[in-house]
């Protein structure tokens, strides 16, 4: 699964770090997220797109391989 998790933290000027602070998680998790290598929960998942005042669909882009 790909994000745009880096690109909306840019926007709020937030590091990693601030991120990972605001919705309880680790920098490395952010990192993780970031890289497209760590699917977090639907919990998470909603954490970050309230943090970075956005949604769901516009953070996490799904592709056809990451539904089977």
Known sequence: MKTRIKE???????????????????????????KGTYNPSLKLAKKIAVALKSNLDELFIFEKNDLK
Do not use: P, Y
């Open 8 to 34: 909306f933290r840019a926007r709020h000027d937030l590091t990693q770090q601030d991120l990972a602070d605001k919705v309880g998680a680790t920098r490395m998790t952010i990192v993780f997220l970031e």
